[in-house]
């Protein structure tokens, strides 16, 4: 699927649940939450660290491989703790 697909199909979705949270007597996430700054702030704060932790781990794979010239298994076994110098 395309990336512009795929975020299309996530918007459609994401105003599906805002359009159902908002009609149910008991909703799931509140939509008056998103009233409160602070509560608003966070969630976005969190939602961009979220994306960000997701898209370094993504490109670790061929830094640690093309850029610091180790072995191509050497990324996926480095960071486990396993292999941590004690």
Not at 46 to 68: E, I, K, R, T
Request: hydrophobic letters at 50%; a positive charge; glycine letters at 8%.
């Amino acid at each position: 699927m395309a990336p512009s697909a795929s975020f299309a199909t996530g918007l459609v979705f994401l105003s599906a649940f805002v359009v159902v949270e908002g009609r149910v007597p008991t909703p799931m996430l509140p939509p008056r939450l998103f009233r409160q700054r602070l509560f608003t702030v966070s969630n976005t704060a969190m939602v961009v660290v979220g994306l960000a932790l997701m898209g370094s781990s993504f490109f670790f794979s061929p830094f640690f491989v093309y850029v610091q010239g180790t072995s191509i298994w050497s990324p996926g076994y480095g960071p486990c703790p396993s292999r941590w110098p004690r």
